[in-house]
């Protein structure tokens, strides 16, 4: 009985160290924009998902240009980027998706996700003054885009990425629920105060910011342990 709690807790910490291994990640460092002739300012990896962002902030211009990199949960899947003006939770988020469509091209679409319900391509909140993917020959999607920034928004800003597994006729099918996919959310410093980090930007309507993340996760609870198991397992 101990012997096998034991064993349970060295796969456990053996699992939390994969899972939290540099090597595995899209790292500022390693990751090289192949096709394009594109500097950022500054990068950040994001603390899950294995995730990074490359970014410039014009302040003057209030254009923001991002360079958002992941991996999606699997081949036929999809990952997004996006930024929450509203709050700090999926709901309100202006996305961008991308995916490779049937034809091989990967293509981006944007998203005003007003519910937890199936999501639609529309427009979103922010100008988009340009938008466009690039799929690497490591299994990585990279979404280039750069937003047009309200006037008066402030020196911070929520931003929500994530990965999905299926795309189902050219609607991003909805992600897993692991820890990692709802803790794929903080704040973004445009001014360099401070480094990124799970802690949410005050949110202009002040309020209950969580409710959403709670909502997100009721019946998907089992499905995200099997995706657990299936990323402690996969590797
Ligand atoms: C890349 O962009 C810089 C700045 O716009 C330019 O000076 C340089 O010639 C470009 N290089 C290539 C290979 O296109
Ligand atoms: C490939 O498919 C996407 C999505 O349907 C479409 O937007 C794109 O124009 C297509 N590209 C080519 C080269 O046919
Ligand atoms: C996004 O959806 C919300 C809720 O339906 C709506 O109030 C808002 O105007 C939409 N934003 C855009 C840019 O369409
Ligand atoms: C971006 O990098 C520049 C140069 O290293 C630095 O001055 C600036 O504060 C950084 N900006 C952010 C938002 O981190």
Redesign the pocket.
Request: no cysteine; hydrophobic share 35%; proline share 0%.
């Given at each position: 009985m101990a012997a096998a709690s034991l064993s349970l807790l060295l796969l456990i910490a053996a699992a939390a160290a994969l899972l939290s291994s540099p090597a595995l990640s899209l790292t500022c460092e390693s990751h090289k924009f192949s096709h394009r002739n594109v500097t950022f300012?500054?990068c950040?990896e994001l603390p899950t998902l294995k995730a990074s962002l490359h970014?410039?902030?014009d302040a003057a211009a209030k254009t923001l240009s991002v360079a958002f990199t992941a991996a999606p949960a699997s081949p036929q899947g999809w990952i997004g980027w996006g930024l929450n003006p509203t709050a700090t939770g999926m709901v309100g988020t202006q996305a961008l998706v991308a995916f490779d469509a049937a034809n091989g091209s990967t293509v981006v679409k944007t998203y005003n996700i007003t519910s937890y319900g199936p999501i639609s391509e529309s427009p979103i909140s922010y100008g988009v003054l340009s938008k466009s993917a690039e799929s690497s020959s490591g299994g990585a999607i990279t979404i280039f885009a750069t937003l047009k920034l309200p006037e008066g928004s402030g020196a911070a800003v929520n931003q929500i990425w994530q990965v999905g597994s299926a795309v189902a006729d050219g609607v991003p099918v909805k992600h897993a629920f692991a820890p990692d996919n709802l803790a794929s959310k903080g704040t973004?410093?445009?001014?360099?105060?401070a480094e990124h980090g799970g802690a949410p930007a005050p949110s202009p309507g002040g309020g209950n910011v969580n409710v959403g993340a709670r909502n997100w996760g009721i019946g998907f609870g089992m499905y995200g342990i099997c995706v657990v198991l299936v990323s402690i397992f996969g590797f």
């Open positions: 300012a500054n950040t970014y410039t902030y973004l410093r445009l001014d360099g105060a």
